[in-house]
């Protein structure tokens, strides 16, 4: 629900690494640095998801290949987790300069493992998640096993890694025995949030524990239940997001960037744009607000918003809501609570003055609750009130839509 932008930026040998700059509608409340696992990309599904569920929130995310990954520039052959970790300090870097960030870092498998690590060298950041990290960067062995014998004789070898073939040395197998991520935890002086599949068969659940224990306070653990190491079911690698966004509020968010308060009389443009997430999914940006409009999963949509018409039924019943406290506030009248139910069908009406004979037409049906000590009377006049709403005027008597072309800059 922002921009996402392809950026470079120049890694810990100078080699230039690709990056996205996923930034949301308005000025974000804190900048998060996102470290993928381990041979994979900044494009991999759960980046992608935990990204735009974090931009969701106005939190801006920069994610990026490690060098010789993804479309980063550089020898994977001779990186290891130190260059990892001194990728991400480089990438913090560019971040601060650019954006004065990050304040969150998040690390997913052995990109967890690397960001606790590397915080201790990025002294902006104010709290640190890990998404089924290891507690031990040798942890990633187990996923060569089969060729350690081969690198430690022959001082490297080919290996298959989520079916791409990839080189790796003898240093790789002598740095990441070397890392130091348990004691690196114990000494980091953030909040930690670690987060983990009780089910991931990559890296057991026994690491969020040693990383949980080490850990000093405040740190929380977040079970992601149902789960698998990548994130692949639908809807799990989101959820991660919307729950990082939720525990790294009280510690990342700048209260400057807080919307400013709508000014009365100022009539607000609303606009309308796809996000590129689904097929029909639209961000919806009032003024300071955005929200998100989808059609149902059964017509092709992702069902992650409400539908056109429910925004249309959202604005009739917050309308007469709205009408219904005004008169009773200006009347001085004990109304102490309203609650209003919308239904939309298409339907024949024989009472449509201006409809064509045998045609269906939009129908809104209106429940109205209204709570207080009001008499009969009072509450008849309110609910003769609630059809004097702008709103219901405006659906009952038709309204005007005038249409032109935006230019764009390449028309």
């Known amino acids: 629900m922002g921009q996402s932008n392809r950026i470079e930026f120049p890694g810990h040998d100078g080699g230039l690494l690709a990056a996205r700059l996923d930034t949301p509608v308005f000025r974000p409340h804190a900048w998060a640095l996102f470290a993928h696992c381990f041979s994979c990309s900044k494009d991999i599904y759960a980046a992608r998801e935990i990204t735009a ?35 991400l300090v480089a990438a913090a870097k560019w971040l601060e300069e650019a954006h004065g960030g990050p304040q969150l870092l998040i690390g997913h498998s052995l990109g967890g493992a690397a960001v606790i690590v590397a915080a201790h060298d990025i002294p902006q950041v104010k709290a640190v998640v890990t998404i089924g990290a290891p507690s031990d960067a040798a942890h990633v062995i187990k996923a060569i096993r089969t060729h350690v014998e081969q690198i430690e004789d022959e001082g490297e070898a080919e290996v298959q890694l989520a079916g791409r073939p990839f080189v790796l040395k003898r240093q790789f197998l002598e740095d990441v025995r070397g890392a130091k991520v348990t004691e690196a ?10 987060m983990h599949a009780p089910l991931d068969e990559t890296v057991g659940i026994e690491n969020a524990t040693n990383l949980f ?5 405040p740190k929380s653990f977040i079970s992601l239940d149902k789960a698998d190491h990548l994130l692949t079911s639908p809807g799990n690698a989101q959820r991660a997001g919307k729950l990082i966004a939720v525990w790294a509020e009280p510690y990342v968010f700048d209260a400057g960037a807080a919307m400013p308060v709508q000014e009365a009389g100022v009539t607000r443009d609303v606009v309308v744009r796809e996000t590129g997430r689904s097929k029909y999914e639209n961000a919806v940006v009032i003024g300071d607000y955005v929200s998100i409009a989808d059609e149902p999963i059964d017509v092709g949509g992702g069902g992650r918003g409400p ?14 809501s709205m009408t219904l406290r005004m008169y009773a506030d200006r009347k001085g009248w004990p109304l102490e609570h309203v609650a209003v139910s919308i239904t939309h069908s298409k339907d024949y009406v024989d009472d449509c003055l201006h409809c064509e004979e045998g045609r269906k037409i ?8 209204i709570e207080g000590n009001l008499n009969a009377d009072q509450r008849a006049r309110m609910m003769e009130i609630a059809d004097k709403c702008p709103v219901h005027q405006t659906l009952e008597t038709g309204g005007h839509v005038r249409t032109v072309e935006t230019p764009t800059k390449s028309t």
């Open 53 to 87: 569920a974090l931009v969701e929130q106005r939190i801006g995310v920069l994610r990026f290949d490690f060098t010789g990954l993804g479309n980063s520039e550089g020898d994977f052959s001779n990186t290891n987790f130190t260059t990892n970790v001194q990728d």
């Open 362 to 369: 939009d129908v809104f049906d209106r429940a109205i609750t």
């Open 307 to 320: 539908d056109p018409y429910e925004y249309v039924a959202a604005g009739l019943g917050a309308c007469t």
């Open 185 to 194: 935890v114990g000494g980091l002086k953030r909040p930690l949030l670690v």
């Open 213 to 217: 224990v080490a850990a000093r306070h």
